[in-house]
Each structure stands twice: as C-alpha cells, then as structure tokens.
C-alpha cells in the first residue's frame, strides 16, 4: 500500500463510530518505521498539529484508519516532529537519493508499506524526472537497515542502482 494513497481517508473512532478526521500526512522516524500520522487542520497558522501514535491504530485499510477512542489524540507541537512523509520541514517526499558514491537516482515520489509487516516501510518509489517517468516508469528500491535518512537528502549504498525494480502491477490496478 502506497502512503500517498492513504492520505485523505477518514479516521473512525470504533467506541462511538464517529468520524475524527483525516489523515493529512505520517509522522516517521529514522528507521523506515511510521510512527503515527497527523490529522487534518483547521487553524492555518497553529504550531500545534492532532496527531496520532501508530499504536493507538486498531485498523487500517485502503478506506479508514480506525482507532479505540478520541483520547488517542495528542497535540504536539509541529516543530517536534523529526520526519514526515508529504508535508513540513523534514519530508520524506521528493528528497534526492543519493548512494554513496555520488550517483543521483531519482527524488522519493511515494513509500510502500505492507500490512502484514505493521508501519514499516518496505520500499521507496523512485521519480527520475518527467520524461523518465514516461519511458521508463518509476521504479522501486526496497528498503534497508543500511540506508540513511538525512535532512537533505536519503543515503543508499553503492551499487543501490542495481537493485532499483520496477513495480509489479497488479490484477486490481489495471
């Protein structure tokens, strides 16, 4: 499942089977691991943001995210959030990957996650400029120990382009 694909959908209390909001953008951390998501604002200019710990989560899916009661919400102050995915100052989204020697693959277009392995992230989609895309398609690069979130840009191993796969379609998407 795609980050990106998830961002919109409703979060549902299951005590009341109340509708608390949407999901606005995924709070992550240095591991490839998410450690819970923001939920939509309606002041512009707060500092502060609702969010929600992954293990506050019952549930998610392709249409809700559903968790036990609204005393899983938390204010937290946006400028204490290490990284996100698609929004604030340490996003995840378009940050170059880089290897270590040098070579520029492409800027993070979308991250996967599998379900059955919880909030990790398994791979990261990689964009290689408009026409690329075009011709080539995106590609993927699956996700290791040794990669290396930084503020500028992900570090990746040498010889990282050699593992760059493209994505398997599936029967659903076509």
């Not at 992550?28 to 609702?50: N, P, Q, Y």
């Not at 959030?81 to 989204?93: A, D, E």
């Not at 500028?152 to 010889?159: G, I, K, L, Y």
Request: proline residues 3%; hydrophobic residues 45%.
């Amino acid at each position: 499942m795609k980050l990106q694909e998830m961002i919109g959908i409703s979060v549902f209390d299951v005590e009341e089977g109340k509708e608390i909001g949407k999901v606005c953008d995924f709070i992550l951390d240095s591991h490839w691991t998410i450690v819970g998501f923001v939920l939509e604002r309606k002041a512009l200019f707060s500092s502060m943001v609702k969010t929600i710990d992954w293990s506050e989560i019952v549930a998610y899916g392709e249409d809700a995210v559903m968790i036990r009661n609204q005393q899983a919400i938390r204010m937290t102050k946006a400028d204490n959030i290490q990284f996100t995915y698609s929004l604030g100052k340490n996003k995840l989204k378009d940050l170059p990957v880089l290897t270590e020697d040098g070579l520029m693959l492409g800027r993070i277009s979308d991250v996967y996650i599998d379900q059955e392995m919880g909030n990790t992230i398994v791979s990261l989609e990689i964009c290689d400029g408009f026409v690329m895309d075009l011709i080539e398609g995106r590609k993927w690069l699956p996700c290791t120990s040794d990669m290396v979130v930084g503020e500028d840009a992900v570090v990746v191993p040498p010889m990282s382009e050699e593992r760059l796969v493209k994505p398997l379609i599936l029967e659903a998407d076509r």
